[in-house]
Nanobody
Framework: QVQLVESGGGLVQAGGSLRLSCVAS????????MGWLRQAPGKEQREFVA?????????KYADSVKNRFAISRDNAKNTVWLQMNSLTPEDTAVYYC???????????????WGQGTLVTVSS
């Protein structure tokens, strides 16, 4: 069974950068779309951050991260990345990698989830 495993979270100062990685452990990517969602402290719902199509030609971003974050993938390496620049304390959250059959959705309706990686941005 393929599992999504995130890494790269940590503590960073405001204005800094982090690069999150998500690897499909135990197999290959089986989902068409891959995405990143986040859950901020004290919030119940996960917020869509970014999504990418199978071939990488189509990407979608939340307005709050446009021009700061970039999603990419390499299917041969079964890996998807989220490059995060110009981080602010409002970006503090647990970041989840997710996979979905079909296209990217900005809702929480994804088919597979990783365990999450914590990103903390200090002011």
């Amino acid at each position: 069974q393929v599992q999504l495993v995130e890494s790269g979270g940590g503590l960073v100062q405001a204005g800094g950068s982090l690069r999150l990685s998500c690897v499909a452990s135990g197999g290959t990517f089986t989902h068409d779309a891959m995405g990143w969602l986040r859950q901020a402290p004290g919030k119940e719902q996960r917020e869509f951050v970014a999504g990418i199509s199978w071939g990488g030609s189509s990407t979608k971003y939340a307005d709050s991260v446009k021009n700061r974050f970039a999603i990419s993938r390499d299917n041969a390496k079964n890996t998807v990345w989220l490059q995060m620049n110009s981080l602010t304390p409002e970006d503090t959250a647990v970041y989840y990698c997710a996979g979905r059959w079909g296209g990217v959705t900005t809702t929480e309706s994804w088919d597979a989830w990783g365990q999450g990686t914590l990103v903390t941005v200090s002011s």
